[in-house]
């Protein structure tokens, strides 16, 4: 199978009809899942001069393990926050005029970018539990959110019909449920399982938090008992 990759640098410039297919969502999904069979990892580096600016490197491991090339992604963005196939998602801490900063998502693969609407919660999104997924289901990208004032989950799918944010009820239905303090825990990234299933840990050696991305349903996983 061509990479995806080759297929979109080289083929989207033949004539128009090309570069909208190449480019279109559908077939960005179709093959960034399907062509995981080299290993890829992202390399942040903060900016020396502006702490708001971080540039991304992809370092990418040959199919045995022996050799690696690194490609300069982008020279200058936000934080990145997640990342599942070629999309990952980002938060750009230079603040808008209500002191908030805002969620994109960006694509490797074909450089564009979306920026999402702003949450609910106002959140500034500095230490909150954000992540991107992929529905095998639905064959749709989705967004989860979580911060630490907040009971529910909230949920944007890429490309959704409503186009916002949904919310759906989180593990813990009283403040006295958490098994953390309010005050001072903060929400992690989410550590991402086969695209899918998302952990977030909860300051417990008990249990951590997750939800499937096809179901949207949160629950607790806890920990074997190793005796």
């Known amino acids: 199978m061509v990479p995806a990759r080759y297929l979109y640098n080289t083929f989207r410039f033949v004539c128009n009809s090309w570069n909208d297919m190449i480019s279109s969502a559908q077939f960005t999904a179709r093959n960034t899942t399907v062509n995981q069979a080299k290993s890829e990892l992202f390399i942040q580096i903060a900016s020396t001069w502006r702490k708001q600016d971080y540039k991304v490197k992809l370092l990418e491991m040959d199919h045995k393990g022996l050799d690696f090339k690194t490609e300069d992604s982008f020279p200058r963005m936000g934080k990145l926050r997640s990342s ?5 998602l980002v938060v750009n801490q230079n603040r808008n005029k209500n002191g908030i900063g805002t969620l994109y998502v960006q694509n490797l693969l074909t450089k564009s970018s979306l920026s999402l609407p702003r ?4 959140c500034r999104h500095e230490q909150c539990g954000a992540g991107i997924g992929f529905d095998h289901s639905k064959k749709q990208y989705k967004v989860m959110h979580m911060c630490v004032d907040q009971f529910s989950y ?3 799918t890429l490309g959704g019909s409503d186009d916002g944010w949904k919310r759906i009820p989180g593990p813990f239905d009283e403040s006295y449920d958490r098994p953390f303090n309010g005050e001072t825990f903060r929400w992690g990234v989410p550590m991402l399982i086969n695209g899918q299933v998302m952990h977030w840990y909860v300051d417990l050696d008990e249990y951590v938090v997750s939800m499937n991305v096809s179901d949207e349903k949160t629950y607790k996983t806890y920990f074997p008992d190793i005796g």
């Open 84 to 88: 599942c196939d070629d999309l990952i």
């Open 119 to 122: 949450c609910p919660s106002d």
């Open 154 to 156: 909230k949920i944007f």
